[in-house]
């Protein structure tokens, strides 16, 4: 007899992880939008410094790093949620805040654990497509809410498309949404935004106890093993249900350890942030003499389309294309996985490896045909 599962199993999508693959040559790993650089050694040595106490349990509040973040972004302590990640978070918002009858409108394409959070509490997923410069359309989005909506997810910058929208326009969307309805704002890759000062968001939670943004330690933090986020919030209320459905001890005592001491190197951060952009622009214009169109990308990675037609030949160039950056051990992440076939998310990797996966490419076009119109 099969095992039988519950109903919510069935309606629960298989989180799309980027596939590993054998081979005899250093793979570079451009598929999954994680920082090129190793953690900083005063961060290794914090967490070393932690393995000592591992026959204790974690501080189930996570007082001295929700002091540390209180200190860097001016928001008490009391409204900061922290997370195993920020997917954990986002999780624990679907439960806390939905369930059947409910209604969670997001944009789409946008980051894949979203339509998750509505298949697990079986509320309904409303999803607004994006505009023509896959962007947010945060005018859709605002008609999409109705006395049955309970949370709206907003990307930004936008994962898988890269692009973001300016922080007057979240402000204004913030506004028109009512107070009954929970805003995420999801700012994963914020620090690499240079529409606006990442800091510019975190000025609307005064006004919006509503509001939560959540960032990270994975991305400009490079710290994706760890497993550490944390939510910035309007209202000390949203914490506590983030919390409540959670289990006591849900971010490990190395990932605070390690996520402390991250925030006293701000200035290594923003030299790595500064490195990223400048392989944006460089990996970009290389995309464009290649006879891509990239996504205004304000990032980590970017987004492009290989012009393959219609969606069938679109899905057949993909696939094309993955199969020929694998073979040459370029790792990146195929559109049709993400939301859209007939694009690929290639995350931005130190010079050595932009080089690799630019000069695959250019083999690859070279073999299957250069991308047109
Ligand atoms: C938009 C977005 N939000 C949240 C996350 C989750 O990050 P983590 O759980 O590692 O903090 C990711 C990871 O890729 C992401 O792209």
Redesign the pocket.
């Known amino acids: 007899m099969p095992l039988e599962f519950s109903e919510r199993i069935r309606r629960i999508p298989v989180y799309p992880a980027a596939a590993t693959y054998a081979s005899d040559q250093p793979l570079v790993r451009l598929a999954s ?1 994680e920082s090129p650089y190793p953690p900083l050694p005063a961060v290794k040595d914090a967490i070393a410094g932690a393995l000592e106490q591992l026959n204790r349990y974690p501080d189930p509040t996570n007082s001295l790093l929700r002091k540390r973040l209180s200190e860097r972004y001016g928001v008490p302590a009391a409204r900061i949620a922290v997370g195993n ?3 954990d978070i986002l999780l624990a918002a679907g439960e806390a805040l939905l369930e059947p009858g409910a209604e969670f409108v997001y944009a789409w394409p946008s ?1 894949s654990v979203y339509p998750h959070l509505s298949a697990a509490s079986g509320a309904t997923g409303v999803t607004v497509p994006l505009d023509a410069n896959d962007r947010h359309d945060l005018e859709a989005m605002a008609r999409e809410i109705t006395a049955a909506t309970r949370l709206v997810v907003v ?1 930004n910058p936008n ?1 898988p498309t890269s692009t973001a929208l300016p922080s007057s326009e979240i402000a204004d969307f913030v506004s028109q949404v009512p107070g009954h309805v929970c805003v995420i704002v ?1 700012e ?1 890759y914020c620090e690499f935004n240079v529409l606006d000062d990442p800091e510019s968001s975190v000025d609307l939670l005064a006004a919006h106890p509503n509001l939560a943004l959540l960032r ?1 330690f ?1 991305k400009v933090y490079g710290l ?1 093993g760890l497993r550490a ?1 944390f939510a910035l919030c309007g209202s000390e209320r949203l914490v506590q249900a983030l919390d409540q459905v959670r289990q006591p001890f849900f971010c490990n005592a190395l990932a605070q350890a390690g996520a402390i001491e991250a925030l006293a190197h701000q200035d290594e951060v923003e030299q790595r942030v500064a490195r990223t952009i400048a392989e944006r622009i460089s990996v970009d214009e290389r995309l464009r003499a290649l006879g891509l169109q990239p996504a205004d990308s304000q990032a980590n990675f970017c987004w492009f389309e290989l012009g393959g037609g219609d969606t069938e030949d679109a899905t057949a160039r993909e696939h094309d294309v993955m199969a020929g950056l694998t073979a040459r051990g370029v790792l990146v992440r195929a559109g049709g996985a993400l939301g859209r076939a007939g694009a690929l998310r290639v995350t931005y990797g130190t010079s050595a490896e932009n080089e690799r996966f630019l000069t695959a490419l250019a083999q690859v076009f070279a073999e299957i045909g250069a991308p047109v119109g």
Do not use: K, M, P, V
């Open positions: 939008n990640g920020s997917c980051f990307c994962n999801d994963a990270t994975s994706c986020g």
